[in-house]
């Protein structure tokens, strides 16, 4: 029996033991029918029943049930239960029901602030479906695992929790989480609040002021620079209040830094309410009024400019920042996830404790994009997680003019899924769908969703369902292709004016007092002040990192890469042990073994041992290394083994990582194959340390052409718009070795389109050693440039590309490597210029031919072009007529098109500029070996003896 009353009366009483049976018997027959029992019982059990509890039933028919279910077989049982059958019938109906609103009660929701959502009829909630009717309205049942008061409740109180909680303006997704202990939280949560306010008297305040801030700026801009693009939040107005929430419970874990990424639509809004900009800086954007030290760069547009700052949220220092972005929507996601990796990195903040990511979408974007799956495939992986990213959607049912509804029908939308949301599925992340003109409902699910990200460590998505007031811009005119969207929303009134009417018929707040704060704030505008939220300036703190060391030097400023033999050689050792009882490949025992012999000057060094030693001696100069790739640990082609295997256990071993006492000395991590998602991640992260060596390597370097986008607009020109730097350096494996169209070209000619102004820098290195100066000096230059590296494939293995260590303890990186051979420099009437493998081609061609007129030089550095070196050359023979250059590339791709006014500028009246290619083509390389070799050959001998005038 239940009730707690009963039990302590046959605790306490003297009626016990062998006299307990003949009590509970009274007991039964008096819930069977009061007046049967003597009036004395009668008045005791009265006495001890808790009044207030639902009647409770008979005990001795379920007891009975299954004292004859242990005698007899189950089908005599049930065809002889009657009533017992139906009653377990029932709460199993009820049990299911409660399931189903949890699996399905978002679908019924009231979530379209504008009512245009089609509402749907789910068979799965109606009682009857399961059994149950009208006459069972009355009845108890058992409440399951539903996180109500009692254990025990009439159907129609279940019924009324339950619509309370899951079909009112709150749809959540959660029950495909495997976890039980994330449902059972989630449940909790959400289920009790049937039993209590969402939001506290005080916090419906602040969120009315969040709403005050959010109109008040849009409608201010709007009236004062007539015309002009904002992008604006009107009809979004939840998402201020939202971010106010996520800044306060970050706030109340002690989070230091949140970093937010955004496209433009209401950025504006989060820069002033949420950031603190002032907005005195904002109008003299808007007016064209800019610093000299913004007017030193190209600049952007104000709805893509970040911003960091930090303010005091609930007596708490909070640093926020708000990451540039272009108008690629949501390529701003893994730059987000890999700059905050880089920050957690810095505090050893694995868990994500103190940095949290906030990622805010829009709906066509969230779906459409594939970028986002990209970015959500890397929140739980080995290197990339960063322990749970809060994104917010701010969907307004509408993609520039094209519909997006809320709950899509199959075959009739722009997309297939039912919710934008359905991607996030795959990560079993929470959804929480919200009407976005329940601003109380949208701080409660923040606050939630916020509270999840920080107990489990997952991603967690509010979807803010709400619309968008004006056009895709504020020139636009949307009523044109949504007409009837767009008639409704004329007269919808705004979020600020239904919450400030219910306030007032609540008695919150006073009639009249949501119109002073509007006043309140737009007087603090016309100060140029931040009515919303002031900020403390960037205060700093131990793990700020100060960048004006950065800013120093120059892509040639002189530098030492050279490091000792003593120390090569004791690193060598150290690289070269594995634990004790470790078994390696019979393979990577004899490259272990060459290593031996390089590191003593025994073997000519080669391009996996020198590429190791460079991240060797960076570690140790106190530098991070992180290199990332689809095939980094061993290597594309087999040459790296920064990380070795157990030939019989499997085990994993990486000797850089044991060079210090720094777990994040050296990172290298196998991904998934993504490139947008990765290079987005590592170009982050390395615009956040630029004490870190970050990498990203293609397997083939024509793979990158999936990441085109980060090159164009945050690689090659994230310094010029938004000043940010970069040291990201990215290896494209390149060279025409007859592997067809696909595994040939990087497709050099696309990075060096995007060269001007020293923005980055395009290599070829030909040999280890330059490969390993090229490296020491991208980190220990006082300047940091993107990198991008053709990289080798069959050079790694090539007899002739190859170096000693006098190589690496003497000497730098060459940006132009003159001729190697002693020729008689009156004789040269021909030099040919060149870059990567073949020039090995050259070489041995001209070695057979037996020709002493042709130098052979190499152009390592493409961009900034070597204007120095190549002069040099030009000087080194006074006799040379014919400068050519030379590539394995078709004559419309490669450096040719790209280099040649530079190789022109500098010519001498007597020189003629020539060139050998293969023939314009519009794939990179043929398919056929043989075709290819014969291709190879002409490109060779034309260039030794012939070649193409301009």
């Known amino acids: 029996m239940a009730t707690s009353k009963y039990q302590n009366f046959i605790e306490s009483s003297s009626i016990n033991g062998a006299n307990a049976p003949y009590v509970e018997a009274f007991y039964e027959q008096f819930l069977e029918d009061p007046e049967s029992v003597d009036p004395s019982w009668r008045a005791y059990f009265r ?99 539903l996180a109500a008061n009692a254990d025990r409740l009439p159907l129609k109180e279940i019924i009324r929790i339950l619509k309370s909680v899951y079909t009112d303006t709150i749809g959540a997704e959660y029950m495909y989480l495997t976890e039980t202990s994330e449902k059972r939280w989630i449940q909790k949560r959400l289920e009790s609040v049937a039993f209590q306010p969402k939001i506290g008297i005080e916090r419906k305040r602040d969120v009315l002021k969040q709403l005050v801030a959010a109109e008040g700026l849009e409608r201010y801009l709007h ?44 950025r504006l809004n989060v820069l002033i309410n949420t950031l603190g900009k002032s907005p005195k800086d904002l109008f003299a954007e808007f007016e064209g009024k800019y610093s000299v030290e913004a007017l030193s760069r190209a600049g952007d547009v104000k709805y893509h400019m970040g911003f960091s700052t930090d303010v005091e949220v609930d007596g708490k220092r909070v640093h926020l920042v708000l990451a540039f972005n272009p108008s690629h929507l949501e390529i701003v996601n893994p730059v987000v996830e890999g700059s905050v990796k880089a920050r957690q990195t810095r505090r050893s903040d694995e868990a994500g404790q103190k940095i949290v990511p906030v990622l805010i979408h829009g709906d066509a974007a969230f779906a459409g994009q594939g970028v986002v799956m990209e970015t959500l495939q890397l929140s739980q992986s080995k290197g990339y997680a960063t322990g749970g990213t809060m994104h917010i959607i701010v969907n307004n049912q509408i993609g520039f003019t094209t519909p997006d509804p809320i709950e899509a029908q199959r075959l009739k939308e722009a997309r297939t899924s039912r919710y934008c949301t359905d991607l996030a599925k795959m990560l079993e992340a929470p959804v929480f769908h919200v009407n976005g003109d329940d601003p109380e409902a949208v701080t409660f699910v923040t ?69 002073s704060l509007v006043k309140e704030y737009r007087e603090g505008l016309d100060k140029g002040e931040n009515p ?99 095939d980094a640990r061993r290597g594309t082609f087999f040459h790296r083994h920064a990380t070795i295997h157990d030939y019989k256990n499997g085990q994993r071993y990486t000797p850089l990582r044991h060079l210090v006492d720094d777990k994040y000395g050296f990172v290298v991590n196998d991904t998934l194959l993504s490139e947008e998602g990765v290079l987005g991640f590592e170009y982050g992260y390395s615009t956040t340390d630029p004490d870190s060596l970050v990498i990203w390597e293609a397997q083939f370097g024509d793979f990158a052409n999936g990441a085109q986008v980060l090159f164009d607009q945050f690689i090659s020109s994230g310094q010029a718009k938004w000043g940010r730097l970069c040291g990201l350096a990215v290896f494209l494996p390149h060279g025409y070795e007859g592997q067809g169209p696909e595994h040939s070209s990087a497709r050099i000619e696309r990075y060096l389109q995007l060269c001007a102004e020293n923005n980055q820098q395009v290599c070829v290195p030909s040999t280890p050693a330059q490969m390993f100066h090229m490296l020491r000096r991208q980190m220990k230059r006082s300047l940091r440039l993107p990198l991008i590296v053709a990289t080798p494939k069959s050079l790694l293995r090539h007899p002739l590309s190859v170096s000693t260590l006098d190589d690496l303890t003497k000497g730098g ?5 003159p001729e190697v051979e002693a020729l008689d420099a009156k004789k040269v009437n021909r030099i040919v210029f060149c870059s990567g493998k073949v020039y090995f081609d050259l070489l041995q061609a001209r070695q057979k031919d037996k020709l002493d007129n042709v130098a052979l ?68 390389a043929v398919g056929y070996l043989k075709v290819h070799q014969k291709e190879q050959a002409e490109v060779v001998q034309e260039a030794l003896t012939g070649g193409k005038r301009i």
């Open 447 to 515: 606050r939630l969703a916020m509270d999840f990200r920080n107990e489990f460590h997952k991603d967690v998505i509010v979807d803010i369902c709400c619309y968008r007031r004006l056009g895709h811009n504020e020139a636009d005119e949307p009523s044109v292709t949504s007409p009837v969207m767009y008639e409704v929303i004329k007269k919808q009134p705004t979020t600020l004016t239904l919450y400030a009417k219910k306030l007032e018929e609540e008695g919150t707040i006073a009639k009249g007092d949501a119109e």
């Open 857 to 924: 030089v190499r152009i390592e550095q493409l961009y900034p072009f070597p204007r120095a070196g190549y002069e040099q050359v030009l000087a080194s023979y006074p006799n040379a007529k014919d400068v050519v250059w030379c590539q394995e590339e078709p004559e419309n791709q490669g450096a040719w098109y790209q280099i040649k006014h530079r190789l022109a500028a500098y010519l001498q009246p007597q020189h003629q500029l020539l060139y050998s290619t293969r023939k314009g083509a519009s794939t990179t």
């Open 223 to 266: 009236n004062k620079y007539v015309g002009q693009k904002r992008f604006s939040l009107e009809g979004g107005d939840s998402l201020i209040p939202a971010m106010d929430e996520i800044l306060r419970a970050c706030a109340a874990r002690d989070v230091e830094e949140i970093v937010i990424g955004m496209a433009h639509r209401g």
């Open 47 to 145: 006495l001890i029943q808790d009044q207030s509890a639902p009647r409770e039933t008979p005990h001795s028919g379920v007891i009975a049930r299954f004292e004859r279910l242990a005698r007899e077989p189950r089908r005599v049982v049930a065809a002889e239960a009657g009533f017992d059958a139906k009653a377990a019938e029932k709460q199993a109906g009820v049990l299911r029901l409660i399931n189903y609103y949890r699996v399905r009660g978002h679908q019924a929701a009231k979530l379209d602030p504008l009512g245009l959502a089609p509402v749907d009829i789910i068979p799965d909630l109606d009682p009857a479906f399961h059994g149950l009717g009208p006459e069972d309205m009355e009845t108890v049942f058992n409440t399951g695992t």
């Open 813 to 817: 990186f060459q940006t132009v490597i």
């Open 532 to 630: 919303a939220r002031v900020t403390l300036g960037l205060v700093g703190n131990k793990h700020t990192v100060n960048w004006a060391k950065y800013k120093e030097g120059t892509w040639d400023t002189p530098v030492d890469t050279t490091i000792t033999q003593k120390s090569l050689q004791a690193l060598s050792e150290q690289l070269l042990k594995t634990p004790e009882g470790f078994t390696l490949h019979p393979r990577v025992i004899k490259i272990w073994e060459d290593r031996t012999k390089m590191a003593a000057g025994d073997l000519p060094m080669d391009w996996g041992f020198a590429e190791t030693m460079a991240y060797a001696s960076l570690i140790k100069d106190g530098f991070h290394v992180r290199l990332c790739g689809q």
